[in-house]
């Protein structure tokens, strides 16, 4: 059964500690996103990977952090930069970017 | 400048078909038309995209207009599980193009 997988669906932490969501897809996609979304508002972009071992900025890249070591997994570090780390985040593939994209189910963080 | 307009909600009696509109009098000829629904609480689902001609898959139908400025996506026989919010997103296919959610259309549907 093809898809994308998030995990874990929610997470806890304290101010100042860094933590890694996790982002898997077995759909052979060369794309994947990172997303963030808050409370009644759209979507906004973090990072992007076009490819294995390439990741661009998004529109809100600012105390984040990726990596694309496989082309299944995209891995997104919340850093304790991040002002305001509390949200829901998507993950998302496309078979290139560009293209729809599927989304995973997302993992809720919440920071305090 | 938002790219499409979308009312912010609308009603549909179960079972019922559901006609959810969308403006997008600037579009421009390489940029296709996408509609995605967002759960509550779940991520994005991908629903169905054109570029001039009508679509259907299972999911829905998308009819564009002639002029392309407005389109409308429809669900034949709505049930509760479409209460969503619906988003109809412009965009080209070009390498790099992202997806922008707006604001969207919150669907209700009732018994």
């Known amino acids: 059964d093809g898809g994308i997988t998030q995990s874990p669906k929610y997470l806890f932490r304290k101010e100042g500690q860094n933590v890694t969501l996790s982002c898997e897809q077995n759909l052979n996609h060369d794309a994947m996103y990172w997303y963030r979304q808050d409370p009644g508002q759209g979507l906004r972009l973090i990072y992007y990977?076009?490819?294995?071992?390439?990741?661009q900025k998004g529109d809100i890249a600012e105390g984040y952090s990726v990596s694309r070591e496989k082309k299944e997994s995209f891995p997104l570090t919340v850093t304790s930069a991040q002002k305001n780390p509390t949200a829901f985040y998507l993950c998302?593939?496309?078979?290139?970017?560009?293209?729809?994209?599927?989304f995973g189910p997302g993992t809720r963080l919440t920071v305090t | 400048d938002a790219k499409t307009t979308q009312p912010p909600s609308m009603d549909c009696a179960e079972g019922r078909a559901a006609n959810l509109p969308c403006n997008h009098s600037?579009?421009?000829?390489?940029?296709?038309v996408y509609w995605y629904r967002q759960i509550h609480s779940q991520g994005p689902q991908y629903i169905i995209h054109?570029?001039?001609n009508n679509e259907t898959n299972e999911m829905a139908s998308l009819i564009i207009t002639e002029d392309r400025k407005s389109s409308t996506l429809i669900l034949p026989h709505a049930t509760l599980r479409d209460t969503a919010v619906y988003y109809c997103?412009?965009?080209?296919?070009?390498?790099?193009?992202?997806?922008?959610f707006g604001g969207g259309t919150r669907l209700m549907v009732k018994p």
């Open positions: 997103i412009v965009k080209n296919n070009n390498a790099g193009n992202m997806l922008t």
């Open positions: 998302a593939s496309s078979i290139v970017t560009g293209r729809e994209q599927y």
């Open positions: 990977s076009q490819i294995v071992n390439d990741f």
């Open positions: 054109g570029l001039k």
């Open positions: 600037t579009i421009s000829g390489n940029e296709y």
